[in-house]
C-alpha cells in the first residue's frame, strides 16, 4: 500500500489514526480525526474511508490468513518420564507382569501425556487376560493423545515424526487405530491412519500399508504382517 500509495500523506494519517483507534487514545477526550486532519493537511472524511480499507488489509487480512495456516503440533519434551519408561524396558521387571504393570501405572500417573505406557500397559493387562483393563486403558491413552493435540476439534495439518517429541503421540495413535481394526471398526481404524498419513506424509510409522491392507480385507494388523514378514525375519516385505 505505501509503494502504491498516490496520496502518502493520506496513508500517513490513516496510519496513525488506526494507531489512535487501537490504543484508545481517540475519540472524546482524544485526538480526533480532525485534528490529524489537520496535522497531515487531509480532510477528516477522507482519513476515515482510507483507515477503512489500512485497517482491512492489517488486522482482517491478518486474521484471515493466521486461520487458513497449516496447524502443526510439537510436544514438550518429556525426557524424565522417557528416560523412566526406557530403562523399564531393559529391566529384569519386565518379565513380571503384575509388577511391570504397577510400574506402568506409576509412570502414567507421572505423566499422563506420555502415551508410550499406555501402549506397553494394555500389552500386558491382554497378557494377563484383564481384557476389561485393557480396554479401558487403549481407550484412555488415545482419548488424551487427541485431547493434547485437539486445536477446536482440529487434528493437526503437521505432526511430524521427526520431531521425537511427537513419536510417543503417533505411536498412540496408531495403536489405537490397530485395536479399532481389529474390533471390526475399519471406518475408523481408515479415519485415524489417514489422519496419520496426512499429517506426516513421509509415513514413517507405515499408515498407508494398514489403509491398503484394510481396503484388501485383512482382519487385523497382525494377519497383514504376517501375511508379508520377511523370510530372515527382519520387519516386513514392504
Do not use: C
Amino acid at each position: 500500500m505505501i509503494e502504491e500509495a498516490q496520496k502518502p500523506h493520506l496513508l500517513a494519517a490513516a496510519i496513525v489514526y488506526i494507531y489512535l483507534k487501537h490504543n484508545n487514545l481517540n475519540g472524546r477526550g482524544g485526538i480526533t480525526a480532525k485534528s490529524v486532519g489537520e496535522y497531515f493537511k487531509v480532510k477528516a472524511s477522507a482519513i476515515s474511508q482510507k483507515a477503512f480499507d489500512v485497517e482491512n488489509r492489517l488486522y482482517r487480512m491478518a486474521r484471515y490468513e493466521k486461520k487458513n495456516e497449516p496447524y502443526e503440533f510439537i510436544d514438550r519434551d518429556r525426557f524424565e518420564v522417557s528416560e523412566i519408561y526406557f530403562d523399564f524396558l531393559e529391566s529384569p521387571i519386565q518379565n513380571d507382569i503384575q509388577k511391570s504393570i504397577q510400574v506402568l501405572k506409576a509412570m502414567i500417573k507421572e505423566d499422563k501425556f506420555f502415551f508410550d505406557p499406555y501402549i506397553t500397559l494394555y500389552e500386558y493387562y491382554l497378557m494377563d487376560r484383564d481384557f476389561k483393563n485393557a480396554v479401558k486403558t487403549i481407550e484412555q491413552g488415545f482419548q488424551r493423545a487427541i485431547n493434547l493435540i485437539d486445536n477446536n476439534g482440529k487434528f493437526p495439518d503437521i505432526l511430524n515424526w521427526g520431531f521425537v517429541e511427537n513419536r510417543h503421540i503417533i505411536r498412540m495413535i496408531f495403536n489405537f487405530a490397530m485395536f479399532v481394526w481389529e474390533n471390526s471398526d475399519r471406518e475408523l481404524a481408515i479415519e485415524l491412519f489417514t489422519k496419520l498419513l496426512k499429517s506426516n506424509p513421509n509415513d514413517n510409522i507405515g499408515a498407508r500399508y494398514s489403509i491398503v491392507a484394510i481396503l484388501e480385507g485383512f482382519d487385523s494388523q497382525e494377519e497383514y504382517e504376517e501375511q508379508f514378514e520377511s523370510k530372515n525375519g527382519m520387519g516386513l516385505e514392504y
